[in-house]
């Protein structure tokens, strides 16, 4: 059983990327069923249909109306959520999931459960009589405290949301315990699940990428405009913020030294309409939304930039990027977790004057391009297969069956 806050389809998120690997692996040796908690508001349908012939997932399960819930009932299951989990994690329960699990409970005979996402372990309560496993994408103590950390805030609301990040680390801390093991994405948030003084097994199931899907490319498609690439969703905060970076403060100064350099922004816009609006041709500024195939611009690009600023975990597009043979520039967040030795197929700059020295000097060498590019191909190669990931996933939930 896995519990999941949405369905691993369309592959429009690192999320969704990573769950999506992972059980297309797992199923191979046992039968997986899924809950969502949300599905998508469209083609729901035809998105279970293309996850279940593509990675042979057994069942989808479907949130159903248990009853009418009356506000009295409603209050009170919040009350009782809010005794067990943070306020910002309670907020989230969702009455009609919770019934919906325990029927499925005691419908089917499970032998293990895997748990996708902090929000998703306030239902842990639920499950007994078999191991239960925690898949951490991120650390979201860490991913708090490092949101809230550059905002400027009033003395109150720094209060409020300071209670809340200690709430936060404390429910976090009692995932250790209460799992038989938790999978992080990478040594670094290894560390920091540590450091919260959390018990248990940490296993590490780093990010991958499909390397038949992504291919290297050729060191002659290095050649026409120069183009840099982001892509992201970007109704998640770090996304924006990157973008916005992007389009402010480093174009200004690669355009000052290269006037036909462009800019893509590749990427899911729900939530956030507004962003559609910075296409800007005569800026070179190109936003092209969601689409259905990402390497055409992966493959038609000088240089990956990455500027994140803010959150915890390993980015899959990174991964993706230096799969296809790109040069990557990123911050030190935006390529977190990715064990890199002499920033190979990365350049870190962690400001927009290290970022634009490093972009313009990749563009201004379209052999360096394919070179560093090159070396990012080899290290993914080597370290970054989603088998990896399964296969650690896999030997620990049969031990843990066995035993």
Same mark, same amino acid.
């Given at each position: ?17 990573? #769950? ?5 692996? !797992? ?60 306020? *910002?994690?309670? !907020? ?25 996402? !902090? ?8 499950? %007994? ?6 898949? +951490?994408?991120?650390?979201? %103590? ?9 905002? %400027? ?64 490319? +050729?060191?002659? %498609?290095? *050649? ?25 403060? !480093? ?11 462009? #800019? ?5 816009? +729900? ?61 030190? #967040? ?25 972009? *313009? ?28 990931? +399964? ?13």
């Amino acid at each position: 059983m896995v519990l999941t806050p949405t369905l691993p389809y369309p592959l429009d998120s690192g999320g969704n990327i990573r #769950l999506y690997h992972l059980a297309k692996r !797992l199923s191979s040796t046992c039968e997986i069923h899924l809950l969502p908690r949300l599905l998508p508001q469209s083609q729901s349908a035809e998105h279970e249909r293309s996850l279940k012939a593509e990675t042979g997932v057994t069942a989808i399960h479907h949130v159903e109306k248990v009853g009418r819930w009356t506000l009295r009932r409603r209050l009170w299951r919040r009350v009782d959520f809010w005794r067990h989990s943070p306020h *910002s994690i309670s !907020l989230d329960v969702d009455p009609d999931y919770a019934e919906t699990l325990k029927q499925l409970l005691r419908r089917y005979h499970f032998d293990a459960a895997l748990v996708v996402n !902090l929000y998703m372990f306030q239902y842990r309560r639920y499950l %007994s009589g078999f191991p239960v496993f925690y898949n +951490a994408n991120d650390i979201e %103590s860490v991913k708090y405290r490092r949101w809230y950390g550059r905002e %400027s805030l009033s003395q109150k609301r720094r209060l409020l949301h300071g209670l809340q990040r200690i709430a936060v680390e404390r429910f976090e801390a009692r995932v250790g315990m209460r799992s038989a093991a938790v999978f992080v994405t990478s040594p670094t948030d290894g560390a920091h699940f540590q450091r919260l003084g959390g018990a248990g097994r940490i296993l590490v199931a780093p990010n991958g990428v499909d390397f038949e899907y992504f291919r290297a490319r +050729a060191p002659a %498609s290095f *050649s026409g405009r120069p183009r840099i690439l982001f892509m992201g969703s970007f109704f998640y905060k770090p996304n924006l913020q990157a973008a916005v970076f992007l389009r402010d403060q !480093l174009m200004p100064r690669l355009r000052a030294e290269h006037p036909e350099v462009a #800019l893509d922004l590749v990427g899911n816009t +729900a939530g956030v309409p507004d962003v559609a609006t910075w296409h800007d041709p005569p800026a070179g500024v190109y936003f092209h939304g969601r689409v259905g195939d990402v390497r055409p611009f992966l493959q038609s690009c000088q240089v990956f930039v990455c500027p994140i600023f803010i959150g915890s975990g390993t980015r899959i597009k990174v991964l993706e990027a230096m799969a296809t043979g790109t040069p990557v520039v990123a911050t030190s #967040l935006g390529a977190e977790g990715i064990e890199s030795e002499d920033q190979q197929g990365i350049v870190i700059a962690d400001s927009v004057e290290r970022m634009a020295a490093a972009v *313009s000097k990749l563009l201004s060498n379209r052999q360096l391009c394919a070179e560093v590019g090159r070396r990012g191909r080899e290290l993914v190669e080597r370290r970054y297969s989603w088998d990896v990931a +399964a296969g650690v996933m896999a030997q620990a939930i049969g031990r843990s069956i066995q035993s």
